[in-house]
């Protein structure tokens, strides 16, 4: 689902009358596009997959995990599947747990991605409770599969970095003090990630 390219531009316009640095910035490297994944099951086991390697390698190995579980966009084949399994397609001891995880929290019910609360920090507390969902994770998820306009992945490195360069400050910002600037972007914290990302694509260091 994620962010509309309408919302997102809607959004950053906002930002750009609240804070002018956004506005100066927009003008600079425009608009980015929207960042959109499938809300469900696939797009998290795919996050798992993709943790730590390419993309081409994270592809790779997805392609090799569906082939030896005979679906894997299915929880209960890839909960069938034993350790070796999974690890003869390219997971790691680790991922091969978090897989397992998953499908089993998906397949209980305890896990429910198309009724994840409302409360944003509440779905987070939630979707951590899956082993290898971490809370970075769990935010791109909401972000970028369910369109959470006020998402804000204040951890991340690249939004820090980002954040410094927009605003101009001296050096890059420590995740408490990106927390504390972004208070008066809400609720388009969402949207400031996305061009935060964006920013550093097509102006990089």
């Known amino acids: 689902m994620g962010i509309s390219a309408e919302a997102l531009k809607t959004s950053l316009d906002i930002l750009a009358g609240i804070e002018p640095a956004f506005g100066t910035a927009l003008a600079r490297v425009g608009y980015p596009e929207p960042r959109i994944s499938a ?16 993309i081409k390698a994270a592809a790779s ?5 569906d082939a030896a579980v005979g679906g894997a966009d299915d929880p209960a084949r890839v909960a069938a599947a034993n350790e070796d399994v999974l690890r003869g397609a390219g997971l790691s001891r680790m991922k091969a747990l978090y897989a397992h995880s998953l499908a089993e ?11 994840l609360p409302e409360d944003d920090e509440e779905a ?17 998820y909401l972000l970028f599969a369910e369109g959470r306009s006020d998402i804000w992945p204040a951890g991340d490195l690249a939004v820090q970095i ?11 910002p420590t995740e408490k003090e990106v927390r504390a600037l972004s208070e008066a972007w809400r609720p ?12 550093r694509h097509v102006n990089p260091i």
């Open 61 to 65: 190995i997805w392609a090799k995990l």
């Open 105 to 115: 929290e998906v397949l209980s019910g305890r896990l429910d991605l198309h009724n």
């Open 39 to 54: 809300p469900g099951y696939v797009t998290l086991l795919r996050a798992i997959v993709g943790q730590q390697v390419s």
């Open 162 to 172: 980002e954040v410094g360069r927009i605003l101009g400050l001296d050096g890059k």
């Open 188 to 199: 388009h914290r969402g949207a400031a990630a996305i061009f935060s990302w964006h920013h």
């Open 124 to 140: 987070i507390a939630l979707l951590v409770k899956v082993k290898g969902i971490g809370r970075w994770s769990a935010e791109i």
